[in-house]
């Protein structure tokens, strides 16, 4: 390859189907840091969105003009007519299909892709699909009409295909037909960690294919601590805990409801701790959230928020006592790394994900014993009140994974 950048090609639909759905998730947060490292390149870059209305691809000016509105910068455009009907339901995306239609380099019906993507992207494009969104193969195929184009896919997991019973009803059949297709069609497969690499070959070694793939930590941005943003009432007095990220089956709420549970009708010397459950409800959870119902009705010293910044959530865990991450099955984790960048202490279970990515940072603990987790957490708790007294908060904060080291792999494989 010559010393000229190819041109570039990031799928935004995940993106876009986000829109207005308040904070963005992990995945989300991937495809946005591609999204701002094509950015800051000089070389050329377009996105390509799936739309109800068809493909529409976009340069420059609307890849921009999306990161300002995922970011809040500046305001989504109204929907019009046509966007409003065909999202009904859907306000948020509606807009963003507009947006990306304004700016639209190109636009194609489904039969048309291939022939829209060979006109308008030079030899030798490199495609890199980071959402599990749109991995059709429509997509995939197309690609390979661009003279030496690439394809790149980034896999996050395959949780949906060895724990079906922790997701939603019919994802494990839809991730799988994706991961076929990954497994025919893909030129490289960029995967967050060894551990997600040996899970998803072993998947697609019964498929009969393993593309070329490559595993590059992805990197760990931290949001400036912005105590001015946290609503009346936080922080609590210290010690607090926290634990962040979506309410679902794998993440393994329940082991820390038993904990303060216990905590309660069994209480320690000392004051009970404050736990701050950080995150959006997810699925096939019914009873964690009727236990956090019964929590916020009678008092007890758990918090449920869905609707922190950032910036609120970096101050809280700036200042707790630990995070608390007794998760079942990952396939990255980013807020255990987040914590590490803080300096904030890491009791989570003991995945060989977390083992890879942060050594021996955190203390682990079995995910399905709750007496050890109460153990520590008091362990925690009484330590932070000791460094309070004796006026000794600051803490370190560990070396984490940094999106231009995960750059420079990625590229690094395309030879």
């Not at 300002?68 to 963003?96: E, K, M, S």
């Amino acid at each position: 390859m010559s010393g000229k950048a190819p041109a570039r090609c990031l799928d935004i639909t995940r993106l876009i189907s986000r829109a207005g759905r308040g904070a963005l998730t992990g995945v989300d947060r991937v495809e946005l840091a591609y999204l701002d490292w094509l950015l800051s390149g000089s070389g050329p870059v377009l996105a390509i969105a799936r739309t109800r209305l068809g493909y529409v691809l976009v340069g420059r000016a609307g890849m921009v003009a999306l990161a300002a509105c995922l970011r809040g910068t500046v305001d989504w455009p109204r929907a019009d007519p046509i966007a409003r009907l065909l999202r009904r339901g859907d306000p948020g995306r509606a807009r963003a299909e507009v947006l990306v239609r304004r700016h639209a380099r190109a636009r194609a019906t489904p039969w048309g892709l291939a022939r829209m993507l060979r006109r308008h992207l030079p030899r030798g494009a490199q495609y890199f699909n980071t959402g599990h969104s749109n991995l059709t193969a429509r997509m995939l195929g197309a690609m390979r009409a661009v003279p030496d184009g690439q394809s790149a896919v980034l896999i996050h997991d395959v949780i949906p295909l060895e724990h079906p019973e922790w997701t939603r009803p019919g994802v494990p059949e839809t991730f799988a037909a994706k991961l076929r297709r990954v497994a025919a069609l893909a030129d490289l497969v960029i995967y967050n960690s060894v551990d997600t690499r040996q899970r998803a070959e072993a998947q697609m070694r019964a498929l009969g294919r393993v593309p070329p793939g490559v595993v590059a930590h992805l990197g760990v941005d931290v949001a400036h601590p912005d105590a001015g943003a946290l609503p009346t009432g936080l922080p609590p007095p210290v010690p607090y805990f926290m634990a962040l990220g979506t309410i679902e089956p794998r993440k393994n709420h329940a082991l820390l409801l038993d904990v303060w549970e216990g905590l309660i009708t069994n209480p320690p010397p000392g004051p009970i701790p404050t736990l701050i459950v950080a995150g959006r409800r997810g699925w096939r959870n019914a009873a964690v959230f009727a236990r956090l119902d019964r929590a916020r009705a009678n008092g007890s010293p758990i918090i449920e928020r869905a609707d922190l910044s950032d910036g609120a959530l970096a101050a809280l865990m700036a200042g707790a006592a630990a995070l608390l991450q007794p998760s079942r099955a990952e396939g990255y984790g980013l807020p255990p790394l987040e914590a590490a960048a803080l300096g904030t202490p890491v009791i989570c279970a003991d995945l060989r994900v977390y083992r890879e990515t942060m050594g021996g940072f955190p203390v682990y603990l079995n995910a399905d014993d709750p007496y050890p987790w109460r153990e520590a957490i008091l362990q925690r708790a009484q330590a932070q009140i000791d460094a309070t007294k004796a006026g000794a908060q600051d803490r370190a904060g560990r070396d984490v994974p940094t999106w231009q080291a995960h750059f420079n792999t990625v590229l690094s494989a395309f030879g």
